[in-house]
């Protein structure tokens, strides 16, 4: 998730966007559960403020309306919710999986290009780490045997993951950003149990880990700064590997 | 409060949904099949609130009275895409409403005079306007008490916007504050609103 857009949400409840931000920060609530709850309670608590205001309207007014819509065609029913683009697990064909590399590659270095410009000092370091984690991404994105694993509603994030390589590139969905004493780790759970696959920097950037043998599940948990030994808190991602 | 309306007349008069008020996500369901009567309950519920909201916004109240015939004839036409899974029905026609009279704002001459005002560094808070105690004292109170817990700046910043329907550029501009600093209290006083307000779900 993008850290940024998400302080749009205020502003976009209470309609106090430009037309092109309207736009753009549509496009991302379309993909963004967390922004949509927020954006409806927000949008409640504006009513409330619109309410405190309630004047009454001319009686004329009444008679008026209930007159107009008579003539007025009402629309049809939506058909049904949109569905979502991914299901549970599919493998992947030759052009999805080349989209989904570009669209990886294309986060992760829109993210560091922004980090960059705020601190060029550390652009050099941050950009061969950046091609250091390309290579690996772009690596099991590109494997044969690559698959996608993703939620229901696809929003926390997703999996690819290559058997060969014994290598899996989480891709965060809509993580919010962990408060400063907290970050994300990341876990492989098997039979024995949860074993650390590390922490996850920056919850808008993709990583790469080793499966191990044994893996049945992976999953995301917030812990203290640091990480801890296992997992003290529910997870936020929780995905079956097979 | 909002029960007793003198103008409720017509649906007692035909007996049909004269004993108690529905819940207004039943009676929206019944609007969206077509029921006359559903929708002027529908009106009895929405209308100070409604014509309240975009006369505060718009202050003429000619062009406010247009406007909200607009926004009834919407709620009408649209009521087949009313989600009750993603909001209330006054959060929705209130976000319908606070939509139409900002677009009617922000367009041509009205947006001229705005300009100007903004440029004369004209402003004014929230509910000096506020003169009429007709009904919604508590929830008035209630909102008064809230935006009382914000900080000066986040008061000012939603103020203005959901009030007077600036962009959050314009805030900026007015209160001569940084835009992401804006943006961000606007969210913040927004949030606090509604903890203070039970707003949640």
């Known amino acids: 998730m993008n850290a940024e857009i998400h302080t749009l949400t205020g502003a976009y409840a209470i309609n106090a966007l430009s037309e092109t931000e309207r736009s753009a920060f549509e496009e991302h609530l379309a993909r963004c559960a967390a922004c949509s709850k927020e954006v409806a309670e927000l949008r409640e608590t504006a009513a409330k403020l619109g309410s405190a205001v309630a004047t009454p309207p001319p009686e004329s007014l009444r008679p008026d309306v209930l007159a107009r819509i008579r003539r007025v065609r009402q629309l049809p029913p939506d058909e049904g919710p949109i569905v979502p683009l991914r299901g549970r697990k599919w493998p992947l064909r030759a052009t999805s999986l080349a989209a989904a590399a570009a669209a990886v590659v294309a986060i992760a270095l829109g993210i560091q290009v922004i980090s960059m410009d705020r601190d060029l000092d550390r652009a050099n370091d941050q950009l061969s780490a950046l091609t250091d984690r390309q290579a690996q991404l772009s690596g099991v994105l590109a494997a044969p045997d690559a698959r996608v694993i993703a939620d229901d509603d696809d929003v926390s994030g997703s999996l690819v993951v290559s058997e060969k390589l014994g290598k899996l590139a989480f891709v965060p969905g809509t993580l919010p950003e962990p408060a400063a004493d907290e970050t994300y780790q990341l876990w492989l759970i098997g039979p024995e149990g949860a074993r650390s696959a590390g922490l996850l920097p920056d919850p808008s950037v993709s990583v790469v880990a080793e499966i191990g043998a044994d893996a049945e599940m992976f999953g995301v948990t917030v812990e203290p700064k640091g990480g801890s030994e296992q997992p003290t808190s529910d997870p936020v991602v929780l995905l079956a590997l097979s | ?201």
């Open chain 2, 1 to 201: 409060m909002h029960a007793a309306k003198p103008h409720r007349g017509k649906a007692g008069q035909a007996g049909l949904h004269a004993v108690a008020p529905a819940a207004p996500e039943e009676t929206m369901s019944r609007v969206a099949r077509g029921d006359e009567h559903a929708f002027a309950q529908l009106y009895d519920l929405l209308a100070e609130r409604v014509f309240g909201l975009i006369l505060r916004v718009m202050r003429d109240p000619a062009q406010a009275e247009e406007v909200t015939q607009e926004v009834f004839v919407e709620l009408w036409r649209t009521a087949s895409r009313f989600r009750p899974d993603r909001g209330s029905v006054v959060s929705w026609a209130m976000t319908i409403a606070h939509r139409r009279a900002i677009d009617r704002v922000r367009s041509s001459q009205s947006s001229l005079d705005r300009d100007a005002r903004v440029a004369a560094g004209q402003q004014d808070r929230p509910f000096d306007a506020v003169a009429d105690e007709v009904e919604g004292r508590f929830e008035r109170q209630q909102v008064r008490r809230c935006l009382g817990t914000l900080t000066d700046l986040q008061r000012e910043s939603v103020g203005l916007a959901y009030y007077q329907g600036y962009t959050y550029g314009e805030v900026a501009t007015l209160l001569e504050t940084p835009l992401g600093t804006v943006k961000t209290r606007l969210r913040d006083g927004l949030i606090r609103l509604r903890d203070c307000l039970g707003v949640a779900k």
